[in-house]
Structures are given as structure tokens and as C-alpha cells.
């Protein structure tokens, strides 16, 4: 079945690293985009990062340009966040999602993760 | 940046109709999708492209489109339904940004 399982969450001071995966499968990775969505504690959903099915166009949301990168690598149907400079406030559930259409005019997203959790404290 | 409004909180009893709306002014030209998140769990499509119901979901959620408002529908409301629900959309006129509305939660009396 359809599948995608999130790995790579924990605990990091601010101003450290991280790098999130998410390994994908029963579907044809190579032929979607994918997303990263994150959810703060107690709060609404709020979308990261978007790479196309090809990998040549990556979109980031206002609050992580410059400091997260998306990438995907096919051969292992694996999507990875780059997470650098972390700050409290993106202390948060993140999900990895699978874009249904690859389309800006109809983008969202058919299947999620069960998230992992990043929690940014000293 | 590009908004999309939901009301906080929407409240009804069983076998009753609950309406959700979400407005925004780009949504007249990009497709809306609607998610349920129960507590400490992942969310889940329930109506993509506005109107489209994905295979599974029960035929009571409905979505509807206006202008630059959508709103989803669940007629014969179950108490399994109280959830989270978030509207989503895009925008690529200038940011290319996803969207989501900041989410209503149902209340099953």
C-alpha cells in the first residue's frame, strides 16, 4: 500500500542541524512532487517545503527560506529537509506529504506520514 | 501573503448539518482541498479539487465552490466526525506558496 514513513526527528539546541527522510512507498516516487507540512504544538498546520517530480523546482515557505533544503534522491524513493539554524519556534510535528496533481493550479496533498516530532530547546 | 479564513469553531448536534467555510481571494483560480485531523493523528484528504470525494470517504462530506469561498458540508453528522478540519489551497501568481486556513474545529453536541 501506499506508504510514507518519517525518520530523523529529536531534540537539538537553537542554532543546530537536522536532516529529516522520508521514505516512500507503493507508488511511483519519480512521477510526484513532494511536500513537507509541519504542525507546532497545539497549533494549525503550516506548510515548508515543496519539491517537484523532477527535483529541478524547490519551493520554500517565509519562515524557513535560507535555512531549510529539500531534496530527493530516487534511486532510494527517499525525500529529505535539511534543517539548519533552528530556532524555537520551529519546534513542531513534521509531516511528509505526497502532492496529488503536481500542478500549482490544483496542489495538495493524497498522503501523509505519521510525522516526526523536532523539538528545538537548550 | 496570500490568507485563507476559516471560523474557529463550529458546533452541532448528531444527524444535524455542519458547514465549514473557507474564503480567500485567490481561491476563484486555484483548486481548494479539504483534511480531517482527529488528535494524534495525521491528517487525511476528504475532498480534493473543491467538489471531489477521494475513494473511501463517506458520502456525507461534500465540498462546494463560490466565487472565493468553498465550503464543506457533512450532512448527518456522527460523533466520529469531531475533528480539526483545515482548508488548503495554492498560489502562484508571484510567491508560489502553499496555503492553509487555520483550521475549524467540530464539535459534536
Known amino acids: 500500500q501506499v506508504q510514507l514513513v518519517e525518520s530523523g526527528g529529536g531534540v537539538v539546541q537553537p542554532g543546530g542541524s537536522l536532516r529529516l527522510s522520508c521514505a516512500a512507498s507503493g507508488f511511483p516516487f519519480t512521477n510526484y512532487g513532494m511536500h513537507w507540512v509541519r504542525q507546532a504544538p497545539g497549533k494549525g498546520l503550516e506548510w515548508v517545503a515543496f519539491i517537484r517530480y523532477h527535483g529541478n523546482n524547490k519551493y520554500y515557505g517565509d519562515s524557513v527560506k535560507g535555512r531549510f533544503t529539500i531534496s530527493r534522491d530516487d534511486s532510494k524513493n527517499t525525500v529529505y529537509l535539511e534543517m539548519k539554524t533552528l530556532r524555537p519556534d520551529d519546534t513542531a510535528v513534521y509531516y511528509c506529504?505526497?502532492?496529488?496533481?503536481?500542478?500549482?493550479?490544483?496542489?495538495?496533498?493524497?498522503?501523509w506520514g505519521q510525522g516526526t516530532m523536532v523539538a528545538v530547546s537548550s | 501573503s496570500y490568507e485563507l479564513t476559516q471560523p474557529p469553531s463550529v458546533s452541532v448536534s448528531p444527524g444535524q448539518t455542519a458547514r465549514i467555510t473557507c474564503s480567500g481571494d485567490g481561491l476563484a483560480k486555484h483548486y481548494v482541498y479539504w483534511y480531517q485531523q482527529k488528535p494524534g493523528q495525521a491528517p487525511v484528504v476528504i475532498i480534493y479539487k473543491d467538489t471531489e470525494r477521494p475513494s473511501g470517504i463517506p458520502e456525507r462530506f461534500s465540498g462546494s465552490s463560490s466565487g472565493t469561498t468553498v465550503t464543506l458540508t457533512i450532512s448527518g453528522v456522527l460523533a466520529e466526525d469531531e475533528a480539526d478540519y483545515y482548508c488548503?489551497?495554492?498560489?502562484?501568481?508571484?510567491?508560489?506558496?502553499?496555503?492553509f486556513g487555520g483550521g475549524t474545529k467540530l464539535t459534536v453536541l
Open positions: 506529504a505526497k502532492d496529488r496533481a503536481d500542478t500549482w493550479s490544483d496542489l495538495g496533498f493524497d498522503v
Open positions: 488548503q489551497s495554492a498560489d502562484s501568481s508571484g510567491t508560489h506558496e502553499v496555503v
